[in-house]
């Protein structure tokens, strides 16, 4: 049974640095997956932040967090981080890790390619 548990949210201060984390279980991220964060704020839509292939061959970030977000993996704890600096209050959202357990684009960012999610971890930023 796949699984998927975020930590690492928590509240900060513009311009500050949070890490998120999410441990999997069920699977091996170094097999034939693709993991990602998504976020979601109230009253928006789930968007895209960053994914990262198979054994972290390959890796997208959005727009909007490039240069600050960046996504790893740990292959041997089946653990997916989200390193975040520079947060702004707009990056304030709900956090989710996802999973699907095929190969992905990780370009396209999209939360209907990814069948396995997290509970979610919030991230909230003051200005």
């Known amino acids: 049974q796949v699984q998927l548990v975020e930590s690492g949210g928590g509240s900060v201060q513009a311009g500050g640095s949070l890490k998120l984390s999410c441990k999997a279980s069920?699977?091996?991220?170094?097999?034939?997956?693709?993991m990602g964060w998504f976020r979601q704020a109230p009253g928006k839509e789930r968007e895209g932040v960053a994914a990262?292939?198979?054994?972290?061959?390959?890796?997208y970030t959005a727009d909007s967090v490039k240069g600050r977000f960046a996504i790893s993996q740990d292959n041997t704890k089946s653990t997916l981080h989200l390193e975040m600096n520079s947060l702004k209050p707009e990056d304030t959202a709900m956090y989710y890790c996802?999973?699907?357990?095929?190969?992905?684009?990780?370009?396209?960012?999209?939360?209907?390619?990814?069948?396995?999610w997290g509970q979610g971890t919030q991230v909230t930023v003051s200005s």
């Open positions: 996802a999973a699907v357990l095929s190969w992905c684009d990780v370009r396209r960012l999209e939360p209907a390619d990814f069948h396995f």
């Open positions: 990262i292939g198979a054994g972290g061959g390959s890796t």
């Open positions: 069920g699977f091996t991220t170094s097999s034939y997956s693709c």
